[in-house]
């Protein structure tokens, strides 16, 4: 039998088992999994890993900017960062501007995201919960495929309170999403950043004491209660330390439907990358803020206990020079004013295999699960993506686990004008990257056509379906 493409001679992993195998693929799926197998095409994975795609179910590409414009990354630029790095399938962010509705900014993102080269979804995100948005605007955005809505407990303008919060969640529990949450403490942090703006501590690296771990963890205990007495499913965003994710833990052991994720900066940046001379240290600048390199250690033990089960980039780039990034106040600006985030689209993948992996701290299985198996479960697009077998998406990246390379912003292929892991040396590196069954990517060079990626429509699936455990059994959600 003859197939479209053959990759041949290759390792196959998936997050449960490791083969020498051939992968064929029809009509844009894999059709089979065996050896000897035949194609019209072949691709040599002699030597190499063969992985599913990657997929990255936290990152903001080209998203709106309240008064016009969207983010310096576009679709085409982050599409080329992601498939570089061996990344196939994104979940991304619509955004809602307080005092408006969801619908025209969702319309007018997703004819930006027409322009795509990955695969993609969207999270949408909930600023302003007025009557109208939930009630009559999340089920319509839910019911067009969009199953998952963000939520920020802090940032102006983004926060609710907790009342909006509430809304929300019973919002999605009615409607059947689940809901995602940047946890940190709101009132906390401007009580901190107001203190520290008075004693004259006002450079990158104050970014960090304004925000300290109790901060996340008081946010987080809080978001998993309320969500526990709306009976609503939710994951705990970026967790950047023990002490948070032990609230997820303990929220598991408790047998609620919470998950949670953290991000390659997590393991490689610390707070201190942020006390550097001048402006230099807003590159490294992001929310929650980086930790230290015992809390990195221990983020590895809760990956290999199963707490943290998805690694997403949340890429946020933010240009250093220029007038749009981090200086769009100015190169003197306080921390309070610089743009967080940084960029990570071809970065994720190569780091945490060469932390993770190469230095043995999880197996290749477990790489497998948290990249590319966890996140498309989590978000409805399993059995579609996140893993190698018949009928599944032919998404995959030939990976060459032994190469080693200094990370520097050429290899980023991001529009953004820095990398915070530049110097970096990481073992193992994509060599090709297919999408659909086809070659996009080889060699570092992608060359997929703008516009070939595909909107990922969601449907309801069981993974997030409510428990049916309510406080004296009384359903507050249909009501209020």
Request: aromatic share 8%; net charge negative; glycine share 10%.
């Amino acid at each position: 039998m003859t197939f479209d493409l053959v990759i041949r001679g290759g390792t196959v992993v998936t997050g449960t088992d490791t083969v020498r195998a051939d992968v064929a693929v029809r009509d844009g799926r894999i059709a089979a999994i065996g050896t000897g197998l035949e194609g019209t095409r072949k691709l040599d994975a002699g030597g190499l890993l063969v992985l599913p795609g990657g997929v990255d179910t936290h990152c903001h590409i080209e998203q709106l900017q309240e008064g016009g414009g969207a983010d310096e990354e576009s679709w085409s630029s982050g599409s080329t960062a992601c498939l570089a790095g061996g990344t196939t399938s994104v979940v991304t962010f619509s955004t809602q501007f307080k005092g408006h509705g969801i619908l025209e900014p969702l319309a007018e993102y997703r004819r930006r995201a027409a322009k795509a080269m990955v695969d993609y979804s969207f999270h949408q995100i909930i600023t302003d919960a007025s009557d109208e948005v939930i009630w009559q605007e999340i089920p319509e955005v839910v019911a067009s495929g969009v199953r998952s809505l963000k939520v920020f407990l802090t940032y102006d303008p983004l926060h609710l309170d907790d009342r909006a919060y509430i809304r929300v969640l019973a919002a999605a529990r009615r409607a059947g999403a689940i809901v995602t949450v940047h946890c940190e403490n709101y009132e906390a942090i401007n009580w901190r950043t107001e203190a520290l703006l008075k004693a004259g501590r006002t450079a990158p690296m104050y970014h960090a004491w304004s925000r300290p771990k109790m901060i996340e963890r008081e946010a987080t205990h809080r978001a998993i209660a309320l969500a526990e007495m709306v009976d609503q499913p939710i994951q705990i965003f970026h967790v950047s330390c023990a002490e948070v994710a032990a609230e997820v833990a303990a929220a598991q052991a408790r047998g609620l439907k919470v998950w949670g994720e953290t991000c390659p900066q997590y393991f490689v940046l610390t707070a201190g990358h942020m006390d550097r001379p001048g402006f230099e240290g807003a590159k490294f600048m992001c929310s929650p803020a980086p930790r230290t390199e015992a809390d990195q250690a221990l983020l590895w033990q809760e990956i290999r206990r199963g707490t943290l089960d998805v690694v997403s980039s949340d890429h946020s780039g933010w240009c250093f020079d220029g007038t749009r990034g981090k200086k769009v106040n100015g190169a003197d600006a306080n921390f309070r004013d610089i743009p967080n985030g940084v960029p990570g689209l071809m970065a994720r993948l190569p780091i945490i295999f060469s932390e993770g992996v190469s230095k043995g701290r999880i197996d290749l299985n477990t790489f497998v699960r948290i990249t590319a198996t966890n996140p498309a479960k989590l978000f409805g697009l399993y059995p579609r993506k996140g893993s190698i077998a018949p009928g599944f998406d032919a998404d995959m990246v030939l990976w060459d686990p032994n190469k080693r390379t200094t990370l520097t912003n050429d290899h980023m292929q991001h529009v953004i004008d820095y990398t915070p892991y530049e110097g970096l040396e990481v073992t193992g590196w994509p060599v090709a990257t297919v999408r659909r069954g086809e070659v996009v990517m080889r060699d570092g060079k992608v060359q997929a056509p703008e516009g070939s990626g595909q909107f990922l429509a969601r449907g309801p699936y069981d993974m997030i379906r409510p428990r049916g455990v309510l406080p004296d059994g009384f359903d507050a959600a249909e009501f209020a």
